[in-house]
């Protein structure tokens, strides 16, 4: 009776061990699989975070390459300055007869333009614009021949032209002011080589 008695608490023991095994089994089941998804979760926090870096870097990229773009347009819109060889030119003034000289340019494309001619220290506005109009020669009379005061350099400012400007719409996306008043998108600083003084005729 004894015997059996111990061998019921045995087994008895034994299935309580096999209980509470199984217990620490499943314990132990869904402690991995919790872990499990903490990596998981961590991992997407991760990638999120890295295709966020992704995305955000793309679009510096392409801000930066939209900038490039804009500037490469930004100098090959610049106005062609005009040839050495060819810029001036003397013209007869037959009501002053004093002989002028003039400096001459076709731009490709309408502008907005000002300009100073420079005289030593002193500067003075040269007479043209505010616009320039595409495939049309500009005649801008700087001097009067050798014997006068002498233009020696030019300064000319460009802006894209505005709506309304004859000639074929266009702009500059670079970004620089579109205001003809404010600083210019493009300029010109032309030398202008000194006239020969007459020589005396006998
Ligand atoms: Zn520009």
């Known amino acids: 009776m004894a015997t059996a008695l111990a061998i019921i608490a045995v087994a008895i023991s034994i299935a309580a061990l096999s209980v509470s095994i199984w217990t620490a089994l499943i314990n132990r089941r869904n402690a991995v699989a919790a872990e499990d998804s903490a990596v998981s979760a961590r991992l997407a926090a991760e990638a999120a975070k890295e295709s966020a870096r992704h995305s955000e870097k793309s679009s510096e990229s392409a801000a930066v390459v939209a900038h490039a773009e804009t500037q490469r347009d930004h100098r090959a819109l ?5 040839l050495q060889e060819s810029m001036l030119r003397r013209k007869h003034n037959s009501r002053t007869h004093v002989s002028g000289r003039f400096l001459v340019f076709t731009p490709q494309r ?23 109009e595409g495939g049309r020669e ?3 009379y700087l001097d009067e021949g050798a014997r006068g005061p002498q233009v020696e350099a030019v300064n000319l400012r460009f802006w894209p032209a505005l709506a309304g400007d004859p000639g074929e719409e266009w702009a500059c996306q670079c970004g620089r ?4 008043s404010g600083s210019p998108h493009w300029e010109w600083a032309i030398t202008i080589p000194p006239q020969r003084k007459p020589s005396a005729v006998f």
Request: hydrophobic share 35%.
């Open 78 to 82: 610049r106005p062609e300055p005009p």
């Open 110 to 132: 309408t502008f907005r333009v000002a300009g100073d001619a420079l005289i030593g220290e002193s500067r003075r506005p040269l007479s043209l614009g505010p616009v320039i």
């Open 138 to 140: 500009v005649e801008v």
């Open 177 to 180: 002011n579109t205001d003809p």
